[in-house]
Each structure stands twice: as structure tokens, then as C-alpha cells.
């Protein structure tokens, strides 16, 4: 079991940057992949960014070379951040910190369903 908790979210305009944070209450050598997702109104909630345990990274495509999924390892906790530039109208939603512990396909890291913890939420908008 793992409690997230994300933040920095926020309102900037287009073209400005923002950095989400999620900690989790565990560390990260019990947890198999942390991800961002996100949801706009009317949306399904869309993968953005995940981290696996061994470091692969993988990213949505409309987000590539401007969001950066950083993992800040420690004894206790780990937390994952968003790094978010050049942000687009299009970017603008709700977006939640995932996390799973047992082992999923490269074609299932963007699932939601895969992903049984999630953080609460932070609001993301863009103008």
C-alpha cells in the first residue's frame, strides 16, 4: 500500500512552465512504476509520463521535449516530479500521480486501470 500526495499545479500562460511534485509514502524499490496522468473536462484520464524501477522512461507523445519525469530516490520515500515547459491550452486538466507495485507490459504502463494508488489531484491550467 502507498499514499500519494502531489502539488504545484497551477495557472500559467502558454509558453510558461510549471513543476508538479508527488511523494510517496514508501520507497521505491517495493514500487514497480510511478506515472503522471492527467484529465481534462469530458476526457478520459491520459498518460503523460512514467518512471519504471529500473529507470525507463516513457512519455506521451505531445509531451516530448517539454515534460521532464524526475525521481528523487530515498531510504524512506520517494517522490516523483513533472517538469513541465513550453505549456499548451491543451494542457490544461486535472493531473494525478500513479503508482503500482507489480510489473506491467510497456503497452499497459498508460493505462489507468493498471495503476491501483493515485494521489488526489492538481489542477493544471493553461491559457
Known amino acids: 500500500h502507498v499514499q500519494l500526495v502531489e502539488s504545484g499545479g497551477g495557472s500559467v500562460q502558454a509558453g510558461g512552465s510549471l513543476r508538479l511534485s508527488c511523494q510517496a509514502s514508501?520507497?521505491?524499490?517495493?514500487?514497480?512504476?510511478m506515472a503522471w496522468f492527467r484529465q481534462a473536462p469530458e476526457n478520459e484520464r491520459e498518460g503523460v509520463a512514467a518512471i519504471e524501477g529500473d529507470g525507463t522512461i516513457t512519455y506521451l507523445d505531445s509531451v516530448k521535449g517539454r515534460f521532464t519525469i524526475l525521481q528523487d530516490k530515498d531510504k524512506v520515500k520517494d517522490t516523483v516530479y513533472l517538469q513541465m515547459n513550453n505549456l499548451r491550452p491543451e494542457d490544461t486538466g486535472m493531473y494525478y500521480c500513479a503508482a503500482v507495485f507489480k510489473f506491467l507490459t510497456r503497452s499497459t504502463l498508460f493505462e489507468a486501470s493498471a495503476y491501483p494508488y493515485w494521489g488526489q489531484g492538481t489542477q493544471v491550467t493553461v491559457s
Open positions: 514508501t520507497s521505491s524499490d517495493e514500487i514497480y512504476a
